[in-house]
Every structure is written in C-alpha cells, then in structure tokens.
C-alpha cells in the first residue's frame, strides 16, 4: 500500500510537472508557496528556490502581491474557482507580460479552506495578435486613421443627442486619378498618407478622423460649435498651404466640406450628406483650375500625362 501511494505521488507530480501552466500551491497559514513546477520558472524566468517557501511579497514585490491578495481573497470569499484575465505583471527578467489565472480554493483538513492552487499563463503573445486584429478592423491600413466601418459605428453612437452638437466635416483629395495615372499608384498612396497626416494635426483627442473611401476622408466632432468647426476648416486649408510650399513636385488639393448639427431633429445621416454636398460644390467648382494646375506641373518636370486628362495653362481660382 505504502508501494502504491509513493507511486501514484510519483505520477501525480510528474503530471503537475509536464504541465506547461505555471502551477502554485500557496499555505494560507504560513503564506508561503509549498509547490510549484517547470513551467512557472519557464513563465517567470526564476529558478524554483526562489519560490518555494517563499511570501508572495518575496517573491513578486509589494506591489505585484497586493493584485493577488485582492483575487486570493476573492476566491476564498466564493470558496470556488476564479478565472481572472488579462493582467500584467513583471517577470524576473524585467519584462512585463500579460496573464490570465485561475484561483482555486483547497480544504485539505476538515473542508477548512488550508491552501489557494492557483494556475497561471502567459498569454502576451495571444493578447498582441487580438489587439492587432482588433485594431486592423477599425483603422485604415494604409493612412494608419480610422476605417469607414469605426466611423459608421461612431455615427451611430453619436446619434443619441447627448454630445450635440455634433460637426462632420468631409475632405476629398482632387485630382486623384491625375495624379494615379499619370506618377503611379504608389505616388497617390503617399498623396493619402500626407492628408492623413495633416488631418491628424488638425483634430482633437477625441475627434474622430477617418478614411471613409478611396480618397474621401471624414472628421466627426462632437460638443463643438458651428465657430470652432469653421476654424478646423480653416486649419485644414492651414496645414494643406504649409505642405504645398514645402513640396516641390506638384501641389495637393482638398475639397472641404462642412455641416452641424444642434439636436437630434437632424439625423446623422442628414448631417453627413449636407456636408457631403457642400464638399461636392467646392470640388465643381475649383475642379479645372486644380486639375490644369497639376497638368502644369507635371509638364513643367517633362511628365506628360494621359491624353484624356485636361491640358493647357494654368487658369486663375475662381472668385470667393
């Protein structure tokens, strides 16, 4: 009998060994780690004697302990197992990893709560791959700004009234097939790249600029006034004449278009096609100055563009 149980103990800690989980059994009494395993030397980087008979505090620091004090006594309070996720904490090798663990509460004497097992793994690299899924559904992979499908969502959540009122402003880049046909897709990446970018330096925190299509970007706003969105246009328009004179190859061109919203009366649907329409005016109407001017430039570096694109000098703006 004695036999039988040094076996099956034998094969019970070999089972605990194996298990890539890092394993803690920790004495409520003493407050001391009375076993663990391989694979919580591999997580943390810190050889077993370093564990065993050790306090939490010994062992994780001050700081670290208190987080498990908190999920201990959760767990005894329940006196059942607690899964708790996504926590970080520092490793012996400095680094800071994130984890998921479980907390079980043992009654080894009489069903008295004695021990807390506790497993734990490292789940850093699983957390990385989620938030970059996560992040990659609601951003543009090309300007690194928001996607049309956060923007709709966004649109949605703004609808309520409560962060009335509400502004949007829509840009789109002229001359965009010029610009693709005649220098290449690669060139028009950049155009877009350089117009995320100044958007970004316009808006606030909170403000939501995105790309809602291949070269239509759009800025929701709320709790701003129809004052400060004139003003955000204008530091668009700003921002876009400081990049046109530092470049030296062809200038960039938005059209801009603006609308608010002061309650729910008006859907954000109505606000978005009201500023999608005043944008829609602006490009008619500079849409042959912008378009003879890119040609201009393009003739002027020896780059001639595609016969069905306008040709000729330069013309003024139109007036106002």
Not at 92 to 117: D, M, Y
Not at 210 to 221: N, P, Q
Request: aromatic share 8%; glycine share 6%.
């Amino acid at each position: 009998a004695e036999k039988q149980l040094r076996n099956n103990e034998i094969f019970l800690s070999s089972i605990v060994e194996h298990i890539p989980s890092g394993i803690f059994v920790k004495n409520l009494a003493s407050n001391t780690y009375i076993l663990t395993n391989r694979g919580t030397e591999e997580i943390f980087g810190m050889p077993r004697h370093g564990i065993l008979q050790k306090t939490p505090q010994e062992v994780f620091g001050e700081e670290q302990s208190r987080l498990f004090e908190v999920q201990d006594a959760e767990a005894l309070e329940r006196n059942d197992a607690v899964r708790y996720e996504d926590f970080q904490l520092t490793t012996a090798r400095g680094e800071v990893r994130w984890f998921s663990c479980v907390k079980i509460p043992l009654g080894l004497i009489e069903n008295k709560q004695t021990h807390i097992l506790e497993i734990i793994d490292d789940i850093t690299e699983r957390k990385e791959i989620q938030d970059r899924l996560r992040w990659a559904s609601f951003h543009d992979g090309l300007t690194q700004i928001y996607n049309r499908s956060y923007f709709q969502e966004e649109m949605a959540r703004l609808s309520s009234g409560r962060f009335d009122p509400v502004g949007i402003i829509i840009c789109d880049v002229d001359g965009m097939k010029l610009i693709n046909d005649t220098l290449g897709h690669a060139t028009g990446d950049e155009v877009l790249k350089i117009t995320a970018r100044i958007l970004r330096q316009t808006f606030r925190k909170e403000d939501v600029v995105a790309r809602i299509g291949g070269d239509e970007f759009a800025v929701l706003l709320p709790n701003i006034t129809y004052l400060l969105l004139e003003e955000r246009r204008k530091q668009i328009q700003e921002f876009l004449d400081q990049e046109n004179r530092e470049r030296e190859d062809f200038p960039l061109f938005l059209s801009i278009g603006i609308a608010l919203r002061n309650s729910p009366e008006m859907t954000m649907e109505e606000l978005f096609h009201r500023a999608d329409e005043n944008m829609y005016d602006q490009k008619l109407r500079y849409r042959e100055f912008r378009e003879k001017t890119l040609v201009a430039h393009f003739l002027a570096r020896g780059i001639t563009p595609p016969p069905e694109h306008p040709r000729g000098k330069t013309i003024f703006p139109p007036k106002g």
